[in-house]
C-alpha cells in the first residue's frame, strides 16, 4: 500500500493554499455572473480559470467572508475541467441573506501531487431588499418560497416570521438574532401552491412580542417538472389528529427528481429545486437539511454519490464537500483504508482498500456550542480467500464503511474505520452479496460485479445528554443494518479514540439479537415481558435516541416509564427469513411484518425493555424510520414504512395504548414511490429532538 499513499499525499506536505516561489498554477480570471451590487438572495455564479505547467488534475476550493469576518469555507476542493490549456473550476454559485454588506470570495486552486497552489479574491457586495424603511416581500426560484426582508432591529433582540392562509393560525419561522443595522431576511417555506398567505414579522424584545406590518404573498403553481408523473401522488388514507402540533411531513424519496415536505392531507407545501440525484439525510434546526448528492468529483469514473451538501429552503449550498476532498484528509489523519478507488494500482493486492462514496446518514450536532456534521461513506477492502466462509481459491471483495466528522468549517477531524474495529470473519446472518453499481454497492476495487455487504450500517447517531442522564453521552451510536446490530462508538466528544488495532477496541457495547454466529456477544439482554416470539430488531432502520439520549417519560407495557429511549424501524428480514435463525414460514402474519419500536436502554442492568412494538401491516424489506412525537400527549410515534411494493411510502402517526405497547394508527398519508426516511415536524425549521 505505500506504492499508492505516498504519491498520493505528496502534495500534503505543501503549505496548504500558499504558492511556492516558483508556483506552476496561476489563477487567470475570477468573474461574477451578474455585476455588483445586488439585492440580499440574488443567485451569483462565479467562473475561475487557471493553469497548471504539471500534468495533474487541479481543484479548486471557495471560501467566502463578510467585511473583515473570517473566511467560511462553502466549497471544498474539487477538480475543474481542463481544455487547450486552461483549468475551468465548476461553476460555483452562491448567495446570502445574512445582511446587506461587501462579501470577499476566496479561491484557492491547488494540484495535490506537485502540491503548488494559487491563492486569489474577489469582492461583492448585496444592497439590502427593505423599501422605505418597510418590509417587502419577494419571490424566489422556488415557487412555493418567499423571501421576507425587515428592517433592522435593536441588538438582544430577536426577530421570526409569521405566515398564514385564510382562518389557519400561523406557522413561523425560526428566530434569528437582531444585528443593529443591518435587515433581516428569512427564507419563508411551508406554504401550498398558488394560494395567498399574509405574513409579518415578530421582533421579541426582553419578553415582550412586537408585530410587524402584514404583508401579502401568493405562491406559484408547482414547475411541470415535478408534477406527475415524475412526482408521487398522495392519498390521505388516515384523517390526522384536530390541531396536530406536527403538521408537516418531510419525505425523503429515493427514485424521483426532489425531496419534499407535505402537509397532513398529502398536499405539496415545499420541494428542492435542484432535486435530482439527492438523498436528503436529516433537516437541521434552523432550517437547513443535509443531503447526499451525484456530481462530479476527484474521480470522474463515478458520479454517484459524491458530494455532501447542507443546502437552505430556497436551495442554495450552504457548505459542500466531496470524496476526494474527504479521502485526502483522512490520509493525512492516517486512514490507511480511505485510499480513492481511482488511485489504487492494478492489479489489486490483498490488503487494498478504498473510499467509493458517500451513504445512508449524515447528521448535525453542536459541542460546546461549535457545530459538527458526521456522516459515512462506503469503503471497500479486499481479503484473502475463505474469509467470511466464502469457497474458492479468489480473494474476498468486502463492503463496510466509515464514520467521518467534520468540524464547523467541513474538514475532517475524526473517524470509525469498521475494518479496524469489528471481527472481520464474522459474516452477515443473511449473507448478502450486493451487484455492483447500484447506489448501495459501488463496488470498484476486485470484482466489479459484486462484493460481500458485510456491515450495510445506515445510521449514525449522536448522543447529547449528560453523563448522569445517559453514560453514552458524547458517544456515536452506528446501526448496522446486515449484521443486525447497534454499536457504541467511544467518541467522546471527539476525545475517543478508534485508531486501528493495537490501540484499544473503540466499540463500547453490540446490542442485538444473539446469533451464536462468533464474538462479540450481545452486551444486553431483553425484557421480554410481553413474551413476543422474536422481541429484538433485524435489518434495522433509523436508530436514535430520543431528546438526544436525555430520560423520556413513555407510556410501557404496565404503564408509564422513564429512562433514555431508542426509536428503531424494525425491518424485521432476519426475523422472518426461512434461515435457522429465522422464523420462515412458520412465523404468524404479525410476525412477518415489519415494526415500530421503542425500547429503554438500561445500562445499569444491561437490558433493553420495549415499551413500543407496533406491527405496522406491510413487510418493508429496506428504507423506514421511526421517531417519537415529543410534542404530543401522550408522546406518540411517527413511522415512515420503508421500501413495500404494494404501498411504496407510508407516514403513520400512532398513538400507544396505555398498558400496551402497541397503538392506534391516528394518521396515515400514502406516497406513491418510495421514501428513505419521513419526518412529522411542527414545521420546516424545527426538526424533530433527536
Known amino acids: 500500500m505505500k506504492r499508492i499513499h505516498l504519491l498520493y499525499t505528496a502534495g500534503l506536505l505543501a503549505a496548504w493554499g500558499t504558492a511556492p516561489l516558483l508556483a506552476t498554477v496561476t489563477i487567470q480570471s475570477i468573474t461574477p455572473s451578474v455585476v455588483s451590487p445586488q439585492p440580499l438572495g440574488t443567485p451569483v455564479t462565479w467562473t475561475v480559470k487557471a493553469t497548471d505547467s504539471n500534468p495533474n488534475n487541479l481543484t479548486f476550493q471557495f471560501s467566502v467572508a463578510a467585511g473583515p469576518r473570517a473566511y467560511a469555507l462553502v466549497r471544498d476542493f474539487n477538480v475543474g475541467t481542463l481544455s487547450a490549456g486552461t483549468w475551468t473550476a465548476q461553476p460555483f454559485q452562491w448567495t446570502t ?104 414579522s415578530e421582533t421579541l424584545t426582553k419578553g415582550v412580542i412586537a408585530n410587524g406590518t402584514t404583508l401579502s404573498f401568493t405562491t406559484g403553481a408547482l414547475p411541470n417538472r415535478v408534477q406527475s408523473p415524475f412526482f408521487p401522488t398522495f392519498s ?43 438523498l436528503l439525510t436529516r433537516p437541521v434546526a434552523g432550517g437547513t437539511m443535509l443531503t447526499i448528492q ?59 482498500a478504498c473510499l467509493n462514496d458517500f451513504h445512508h446518514d449524515a447528521i448535525r450536532y453542536s459541542i460546546d456550542g461549535k457545530p459538527y456534521t458526521a456522516f459515512m461513506a462506503h469503503v471497500e477492502k479486499l481479503f484473502p480467500p475463505g474469509t467470511q466462509g466464502a469457497p474458492g481459491s479468489a480473494p474476498v471483495d468486502v463492503l463496510s464503511e466509515m464514520v467521518i466528522v467534520l468540524n464547523s468549517d467541513w474538514q475532517v477531524v475524526w473517524y470509525y ?56 453521552s458524547g458517544d456515536l451510536l452506528v446501526s448496522m443494518r446486515d449484521q443486525d446490530q447497534v454499536i457504541r462508538l467511544n467518541y467522546n466528544n471527539g476525545a475517543g479514540s478508534c485508531a486501528p488495532p493495537p490501540a484499544a477496541s473503540c466499540i463500547g457495547w453490540y446490542m442485538g439479537p444473539p446469533d451464536g454466529l462468533t464474538v462479540p456477544p450481545n452486551s444486553f439482554t431483553i425484557d421480554n415481558s410481553t413474551n413476543d416470539v422474536w422481541p429484538w430488531f433485524s435489518h434495522q432502520h433509523d436508530v436514535t435516541y430520543v431528546n438526544g439520549g436525555q430520560p423520556v417519560t413513555v407510556n410501557g407495557p404496565t404503564g408509564p416509564i422513564t429512562g433514555p429511549l431508542l426509536t428503531i424501524f424494525d425491518n424485521g428480514n432476519t426475523r422472518y427469513s426461512a434461515t435457522p435463525l429465522g422464523l420462515g414460514a412458520n412465523c404468524g402474519p404479525s410476525d412477518c411484518n415489519s415494526r415500530g419500536m421503542a425500547l429503554i436502554v438500561d445500562q445499569a442492568t444491561m437490558t433493553v425493555l420495549p415499551v413500543f412494538l407496533q406491527d405496522l401491516g406491510v413487510k418493508a424489506t429496506a428504507l423506514g424510520s421511526a421517531q417519537l412525537l415529543m410534542n404530543t400527549t401522550p408522546n406518540n410515534y411517527a413511522i415512515g414504512t420503508g421500501l413495500n411494493p404494494a404501498v411504496p411510502a407510508e407516514a403513520l402517526e400512532i398513538s400507544p395504548t396505555t398498558g400496551a405497547v402497541t397503538g392506534t394508527v391516528v394518521l396515515n398519508v400514502q406516497g406513491s414511490s418510495y421514501s428513505y426516511r419521513t419526518w412529522q415536524m411542527p414545521n420546516l425549521y424545527s426538526p424533530p429532538i433527536l
Open 97 to 200: 441573506i445574512a445582511g446587506e454588506g461587501t462579501y470577499s470570495i476566496q479561491v484557492i486552486a491547488k494540484d495535490f501531487v506537485s502540491g503548488e497552489a494559487s491563492t486569489t479574491k474577489a469582492s461583492f457586495r448585496f444592497i439590502s431588499r427593505v423599501s422605505a424603511g418597510a418590509a417587502v416581500v419577494h419571490k424566489t426560484a422556488n415557487v412555493l418560497v418567499a423571501l421576507f426582508s425587515a428592517p433592522a432591529c435593536a441588538k438582544g433582540s430577536d426577530m421570526r416570521v409569521a405566515f398564514y392562509t385564510g382562518s389557519n393560525p400561523p406557522a413561523v419561522t425560526a428566530w434569528a438574532p437582531c444585528i443593529p443595522q443591518v435587515s433581516m431576511n428569512f427564507y419563508v417555506a411551508g406554504m401550498l401552491p398558488s394560494t395567498t398567505y399574509s405574513m409579518y
Open 417 to 472: 474505520d469498521a475494518f479496524n474495529q469489528l471481527d472481520i470473519q464474522r459474516a452477515a446472518p443473511l449473507g448478502e452479496v450486493c451487484t455492483g453499481g447500484t447506489s448501495d454497492c459501488p463496488t470498484k476495487l476486485y470484482l466489479s460485479t459484486k462484493a460481500n455487504d458485510w456491515t450495510h450500517a445506515n445510521t449514525v447517531d449522536y448522543v447529547a445528554a449528560t453523563p448522569a442522564q445517559n453514560p453514552d
Open 236 to 278: 390521505l388514507n388516515t384523517s390526522g389528529p384536530t390541531n396536530d402540533p406536527n403538521p408537516v411531513l418531510l419525505w425523503s424519496f429515493t427514485k424521483i427528481v426532489a425531496p419534499v415536505a407535505t402537509d397532513l392531507n398529502g398536499n405539496i407545501v415545499w420541494y428542492y429545486v435542484q432535486g435530482a440525484g439527492t
Open 294 to 352: 451525484n456530481g462530479r468529483s476527484w474521480d470522474s469514473s463515478n458520479t454517484q454519490q459524491q458530494l455532501l451538501r447542507e443546502i437552505d429552503l430556497e436551495g442554495n449550498v450552504v457548505h459542500e464537500t466531496n470524496t476526494g476532498a474527504v479521502t485526502n484528509q483522512l490520509v493525512a489523519l492516517g486512514a490507511a483504508d480511505a485510499t480513492p478507488c481511482g488511485q489504487i494500482a492494478k492489479p489489486v493486492q490483498v490488503g487494498d
